[in-house]
C-alpha cells in the first residue's frame, strides 16, 4: 500500500488541533518554518525524520500518523477533525450515535451546543479553562462539518432508540446535575423540538436521507461507517453531543480494517432490518411523546 501524504497531513492537522498547538509553536519546536508545518497539513511530501519528530511532539505513534494501524484518539478535538476530514470525501455515511445525528440536527440544535458543552466543565479553574477552549475549537469543526454536508449532500443512513428518545425527553439538554427547575423544564423543552424536527426528516423522507428507530436497544458506544468509493472507515466513540454529552473523557479509535469494518456493517444490517421506517417511525414517536407527556409533571 502506497503513502498518501494527504492523509498523513489530514492526521497531522487534527492531532495537533487536538493538543491546543499552533503551526507556529510546532514550527519552534521542531526548528522547522511555519510554511513547512502548513505545506505537511496540505499533503506536502514529509521526510520520516521529521515524521517522527512530529509524532513525539504530538505524543501520538508513529503508525497512527502513517495511517498502517488503527488510530487511537483521547482528544474529542482531534476526533471531530476526524470526522470532517472523512465527512469531505465520504459517499456514504452510516451512524449510529445516541438519539442525536449533527448532520441531520436542526440549525437551533448547532446553536444551543456551544454553552450545552461548556457546562460539562469540572469546577477546577485549570481543567474548566481548557475545556472551554476545547469547546471553542469544537464548535468551530462542527459547523464546518455541517456545512460540508450542506454543500456535498452524502448519503446518510441513521441508526436512532426509542430508548434514548425517552431519556432525552426526561432529561433535557443537560450537561451537569442539579439544574434548576425552570431551567430543566427549557431543556426539555428544547429536547422535545428537536425530537420533532426528527420526526419531521421521517415523515418527509428527503432524498439521500434515511433514519431508521430501534424500539429495543443499541450499542452504548456510538459508531459511523464512512463509504468513498472502494474504501470504508470506521470511527467508534465515547464522545458524545447534545444527549449526556461527553467531549473530555474516553478514547476513540479510527481504522480501516477489513475485519472491524465487516462486524460493523453487519450490525447495521440486522438493527435495520428491524426498525421502524417512514410514516411508521413518525407515528411511533409521536404516540411515544403524547404517553410521556401524560406522566410528566406540568
Known amino acids: 500500500m502506497g503513502i498518501s501524504y494527504e492523509e498523513i497531513g489530514q492526521r497531522l492537522r487534527a492531532f495537533r488541533l487536538g493538543t491546543g498547538m499552533s503551526a507556529e509553536e510546532i514550527a519552534r519546536k521542531l526548528g522547522i518554518s511555519r510554511t513547512a508545518v502548513y505545506r505537511f497539513e496540505k499533503g506536502g511530501v514529509v521526510k520520516i525524520e521529521t515524521l517522527i519528530s512530529l509524532a513525539d511532539l504530538l505524543q501520538v505513534s508513529l503508525p497512527t500518523l502513517l495511517g498502517v494501524e488503527t488510530e487511537y484518539i483521547s482528544s474529542s478535538v482531534t476526533y471531530f477533525e476526524r470526522l470532517r476530514q472523512l465527512e469531505e470525501s465520504a ?17 437551533e440544535f448547532v446553536e444551543r451546543l456551544e454553552a450545552l458543552l461548556k457546562e460539562t466543565a469540572p469546577e477546577a479553574r485549570e481543567v474548566r479553562d481548557r475545556t472551554e477552549r476545547d469547546v471553542d475549537r469544537i464548535v468551530e469543526i462542527l ?11 452524502p448519503t446518510i443512513v441513521n441508526l436512532i432508540s426509542a430508548l434514548d428518545i425517552v431519556r ?11 439544574i434548576p427547575r425552570p431551567d430543566l423544564k427549557e431543556r426539555q423543552k428544547s429536547a422535545r423540538e428537536e425530537v420533532e424536527h426528527i420526526i419531521r426528516l421521517m415523515e418527509e423522507q428527503p432524498i439521500g ?4 428507530l430501534v424500539t429495543g436497544t443499541l450499542p452504548h458506544v456510538g459508531f459511523q ?3 468513498s468509493g472502494e474504501k470504508r472507515t470506521l470511527s467508534v466513540s465515547p464522545f458524545r453531543l447534545g444527549e449526556q454529552p461527553n467531549i473530555r473523557l474516553g478514547v476513540a479509535m479510527i481504522t480501516s480494517t477489513p475485519e472491524a469494518v465487516a462486524l460493523h456493517e453487519k450490525v447495521v444490517e440486522q438493527m435495520w432490518a428491524e426498525s421502524l421506517k417512514g410514516k411508521t417511525a413518525g407515528r411511533y414517536l409521536r404516540d411515544l411523546i403524547s404517553s410521556l407527556d401524560k406522566d410528566l409533571p406540568r
Open 91 to 107: 459517499e456514504r455515511i452510516t451512524i449510529l450515535a445516541g438519539p442525536l445525528s449533527l448532520l441531520l440536527s436542526s440549525d
Open 143 to 153: 459547523r464546518e462539518r455541517r456545512e460540508t454536508y450542506q454543500r456535498r449532500k
Open 209 to 212: 436521507v434515511q433514519i431508521g
Open 225 to 227: 461507517i464512512f463509504r
Open 168 to 178: 432525552l425527553l426526561h432529561s433535557g439538554f443537560v450537561g451537569r446535575p442539579f
